[in-house]
């Protein structure tokens, strides 16, 4: 019954998109409708403002904590809280009370590998910054880091559900991010830059 709840738990704390809120409270608007129409950081700093943007990430982040420590605690422990890192994701992805279009659970994902284990996902996130940093890409970190944290899950030698859990976070990731891998093969993707104040006609 505990990984029932956990799991019901954490599909609904990913319904709680930071970019859609900020979106509303700070514009007054449905992120979704504007930019890339992603309701995701990235769209947030293009609409908005980098300044919303890092509220939008922080929410987002919080609650991949968050389901992970309830799961743990609800769920019987590491197995608990992995299916509670996986739920909350798909809740971010498709939540219901968006019509099911959500984000592309980056932020998410970043916030339950942190409560998993912070060693790979410190790893993940020098490696993302860094790209970003060097190439201004978000999708291509974002892509990059989804096909080796699997790779990174080996390495350390972490459990079987680990394993299996990488795999699927990454396979969430990579579907997701299916349209930027189009646009970054046709040299077609947009890169991103730090605003502190939205564009006008966004």
């Excluded at 890192?85 to 279009?101: A, D, R, S, T």
């Amino acid at each position: 019954m505990g990984l029932v709840i956990s799991s019901l738990a954490g599909y609904l704390l990913g319904n709680i998109n930071g970019a859609y809120i900020i979106g509303k409270v700070v514009g007054g608007i449905d992120i979704r409708e504007h930019g890339s129409r992603n309701a995701g950081a990235t769209n947030v700093n293009r609409v908005l403002g980098s300044k919303p943007a890092v509220l939008a990430l922080a929410i987002d982040l919080l609650k991949g904590v968050v389901a992970v420590v309830v799961g743990r605690h609800l769920g019987g422990g590491d197995v608990g809280a992995i299916i509670a890192g996986i739920v909350v994701v798909c809740g971010h992805n498709w939540p219901f009370v968006l019509n099911f279009k959500g984000g592309k659970g980056i932020a998410t994902s970043l916030g339950v590998l942190l409560s998993l284990d912070i060693r790979v996902a410190m790893i993940l996130l020098i490696a993302g910054i860094i790209i970003i940093l060097t190439t201004r890409y978000v999708s291509l970190a974002s892509v990059v880091c989804a096909l080796c944290y699997p790779v990174l899950v080996i390495a350390f030698g972490l459990s079987q559900e680990m394993i299996v859990f990488s795999v699927v976070i990454s396979a969430f990731a990579l579907v997701r991010h299916k349209d930027n891998i189009k646009r970054l093969l046709g040299g077609q993707e947009s890169k991103v830059s730090i605003k502190l104040t939205p564009k006008k006609g966004d």
